[in-house]
């Protein structure tokens, strides 16, 4: 499985960025997709997560009502939605999939991680 992200950038508080995270190869092994990110010199946080059969979709206390996540299954694509970013939510954000999911957010579940890419929100 290969994962590509992309989005990210710079932005003001309160604005919006989206990233897409496309991923390929043996799809169908993909339990469940998620999204991280991480501070530096701190360990990865969990975003967002979406169980591939049902799209239920778990969210870390921190973005609950500010990010959403969705997918396309035609364009093999899901997405991160984040509204109203604050200057907290600036990190290196990752995207992941996991071929056996057990819940949650923690990250030991995804073995294949795509490049992270860098969110800067400005006060």
């Known amino acids: 499985v290969r994962v590509v992200v992309s989005g990210g950038g710079s932005v003001q508080a309160g604005e919006s960025l989206k990233l897409s995270c496309a991923y390929s190869?043996?799809?169908?092994?993909?339990?469940?997709m998620g999204w991280y990110r991480q501070y530096p010199g701190k360990e990865r946080e969990g975003v967002a997560a979406m169980i591939s059969r049902d799209d239920r979709t778990y969210y870390g206390d921190a973005v609950k009502g500010r990010f959403t996540m969705s997918r396309d299954n035609a364009k093999n694509t899901v997405y991160l939605q984040m509204n109203d970013l604050k200057p907290e939510d600036t990190a290196v954000y990752y995207c992941?999939?996991?071929?056996?999911?057990?819940?949650?957010?923690?990250?030991?579940?995804?073995?294949?991680w795509g490049q992270g890419t860098q969110v800067t929100v400005s006060s």
């Open positions: 190869g043996d799809i169908v092994s993909i339990d469940a």
């Open positions: 992941a999939a996991a071929t056996t999911y057990g819940g949650g957010l923690s990250p030991r579940f995804y073995n294949y």
